[in-house]
């Protein structure tokens, strides 16, 4: 059966690599920027078909608008490239928003951060795919049909190829981003070209339509508070921007400079494309309004469209008007537009294990997400991820409107915080240079940085005010759970530590009493559970006994060998080698490798383990043990040894069954008894 899910195992995600094959996984910057800018390009499908739907609320009137609320889209933009630019330079540990709001604004800003981009990036899969599944559907009627269980399959072929590796699903990604790239860039200046030199009149295929606008009337405050609620839908195009600052690890060296000049190159384009969009949109004539009352809203003809219209894109509007319809190119743009938006989610599916593990380091989430996979990705975070977007496009039926409006509001915390912990990352450095031109540097960069914690904290509230009550008030409560969950795993795992704790002074039983078998106790890192395992084997008389710990990391395993010899425990550590990253494989190929020296002996293996007293605990903790138990189960002449530890909740739970045990024991009286000291009568037996 093992070698069966091997196989399968290998068909889908391919071969184990070592972990001394890293640095082969690395990206230069021309496959970086797919992986990690496709969030970010393909933004330009919806958000400036975003800010014309807003505002067709109060009719076409208000489409003049549109291009003030563009610029202050790009001015927003610019700023926020050029303040990450600064973040990837003073940060390139890969811990991005969360590591600049821990370092600088402390743990409950950053553990803020944390909870906001996980939200961000599982949205950020959601409306990808579900937008895409959109666009698909408007040709393919099958697809519409069944929107939420395409849009989950598409999920999961994106997790498969993710699974593979982050270089290798950046090729492949690689080919049709940059033909997207190509694709909307030459649409734009083209159409530029066609509308300023040439003189020719550009003509969307809804140019002749009308929009009616539900409140047509619109003035003062009212207006106002459309035009922001446009502003903050366009700010659709920012997402993914922080991609790259939580990605500098995986760049090729010099990884600052790389990733800065990925974000930049990242920055110019995706304005281009926005901004030469939305003006040949206009220029076109483009009529765009809100799906759900599109059949009535927009008029053909003088005549409501009804149920069956179909409102165009308006990627598709302009590539019509600039190429005519059913041209090559038109069917190019639609095709790539239509992918791109599927590849979108790759930047969220590179993003969140690497917040994961950064997360699972510092013990706020399970140390499973921690581990890389035999591809060297961050396997487990990869799962998790696609399972949150699935959840949401079965809850949210893949709609992309339900869904839009929970987005932006955790990137928008993550801008914020993050620039205003650069601000201080500044002012603190500024106090210890004496370098007039690296203060100058830094003067540089605070500005900034403070100048785009102003501008992104602006558009915060705008988001909140205008997108509370049309949903995002799930994400804001999204969040502080998360956020609490964390905390609770942290002191868990603090607990746990604490209480595991050996002081320095502890001494180790000398006594080696003699036996008849071999006997090997599995040690992580030398905590009382590991002693007692020791002691444990010690008194059961073993023939030899060693310790055994598996290397998955070099300096961790040098530096258990050096406190193992720093106490003076006489048991002799073995490490064994785990190029791939495993800890079961190894043990039980040394373990038979030790029945094959003396097939008649007896090896017994120890395996420490914790007793935890709340379900959840189980998620935390021994989850190696149970499938290293597994498979020693089942090899002849081992025996498999679990010497347990209790945890102080542990403790609790068994005492609280004692108490309701004892609860249980005391019965009610029954109608029948007699209370003690009244006469029973003469016609009870005594």
Request: glycine content about 8%; overall charge positive.
């Amino acid at each position: 059966m093992s070698k069966v899910t091997d196989l399968v195992k290998r068909l889908f995600i391919g071969r184990a690599l070592r972990s001394t094959q890293l640095h082969e996984q690395l990206l230069p910057k021309r496959i970086a920027l797919p992986v990690f800018a496709s969030d970010a390009l393909s933004s330009v499908a919806y958000a400036p078909q975003e800010i014309l739907v807003i505002l067709s609320i109060a009719g076409v009137s208000f489409y003049g608008f549109a291009p003030w609320v563009a610029a202050a889209v790009v001015v927003v933009m610019l700023t926020v490239v050029a303040s990450y630019r600064q973040n990837v330079h003073a940060y390139p540990s890969g811990g991005g928003d969360y590591e600049v709001a821990t370092v600088n604004l402390g743990q409950n800003a950053g553990l803020t951060v944390a909870s906001a981009l996980m939200v961000d990036y599982i949205l950020t899969v959601a409306v990808s795919v579900a937008n895409g599944v959109d666009y698909v559907g408007a040709t393919i009627p099958y697809v519409a049909e069944h929107k939420p269980q395409i849009a989950i399959l598409i999920v999961v072929l994106l997790t498969i190829v993710n699974l593979r590796g982050i270089r290798e699903s950046g090729a492949a990604f690689a080919v049709p981003t940059y033909t997207f790239m190509f694709a909307v860039i030459g649409l734009v200046f083209w159409g530029g070209f066609r509308l300023l030199v040439l003189g020719d009149e550009l003509r969307a295929p809804t140019a002749g339509y009308q929009i009616v606008g539900e409140q047509s009337n619109l003035a003062g405050l009212a207006a106002v508070f459309l035009i922001l609620r446009a502003f903050s839908s366009g700010c659709a195009a920012l997402t993914g921007v922080e991609a790259i600052s939580n990605g500098v690890p995986a760049f090729r060296k010099p990884k600052s400079k790389n990733a800065a000049t990925t974000l930049l190159m990242m920055g110019l384009i995706a304005i281009t494309m926005f901004v030469g969009i939305i003006t040949l949109g206009l220029a076109s004539g483009v009529k765009l309004a809100d799906p759900a009352t599109a059949a009535t809203s927009v008029l053909i003809d003088g005549r409501p469209a009804g149920p069956g219209y179909n409102q165009p894109p308006i990627i598709a509007q302009v590539a019509e008007a600039v190429f005519g319809n059913g041209s090559v190119f038109f069917v190019v743009i639609a095709a790539v537009t239509a992918l791109i938006l599927f590849l979108a989610a790759n930047t969220a599916f590179n993003g969140f294990p690497v917040l994961g593990a950064i997360l699972a380091q510092d013990r706020f989430l399970p140390r499973q997400l921690h581990n890389r996979g035999d591809r060297l990705a961050f396997s487990n975070g990869i799962v998790i991820l696609a399972a949150g977007a699935c959840l949401l496009l079965w809850g949210f039926q893949a709609d992309v409107s339900r869904l839009l409006n929970l987005y932006i509001v955790g990137v928008f915390v993550s801008f914020t915080l993050s620039q205003t912990g650069m601000v201080r990352h500044w002012t603190r450095h500024l106090r210890t240079e004496e370098d007039p031109s690296a203060r100058a540097r830094m003067r540089r960069s605070r500005v900034i940085n403070f100048f785009g914690g102003i501008m992104t904290g602006l558009v915060l509230v705008v988001v909140l005010l205008t997108k509370f009550t049309h949903g995002a008030w799930i994400v804001c409560v999204t969040m502080p759970v998360l956020f609490l969950m964390m905390k609770a795993i942290r002191r868990h795992y603090d607990n746990v530590s604490q209480e595991l704790a050996v002081a320095e002074g502890t001494q180790v039983d000398e006594s080696m009493l003699p036996a008849r078998n071999h006997a090997v106790v599995l040690v992580s890192k030398i905590h009382k559970p590991t002693l007692r395992a020791l002691s444990y084997a010690r008194a059961t008389r073993p023939s030899t006994l060693e310790a055994v710990t598996v290397g998955v990391d070099g300096e961790d395993a040098r530096a258990l060998q050096e406190e193992w010899e720093r106490r003076g425990i006489a048991v002799p550590l073995k490490t064994l080698d785990s190029p791939y990253r495993e800890i079961t494989r190894p043990i039980l190929e040394y373990v038979k490798s030790l029945r094959r020296r003396s097939p008649r002996d007896v090896v017994t293996v120890y395996i420490p383990e914790y007793v935890v007293g709340h379900w959840w605990e189980h998620l935390l903790h021994n989850q190696s043990a149970l499938r290293l138990k597994g498979r020693l189960l089942f090899q002849p002449g081992v025996m498999v040894t679990s010497v347990p530890w209790q945890l102080h909740s542990a403790d609790r739970l068994k005492v609280r069954r004692a108490q309701r045990a004892a609860a249980m024991a005391v019965r009610r009286p029954w109608p029948g008894d007699v209370p003690q000291g009244m006469d029973r009568g003469p016609d009870v037996k005594a």
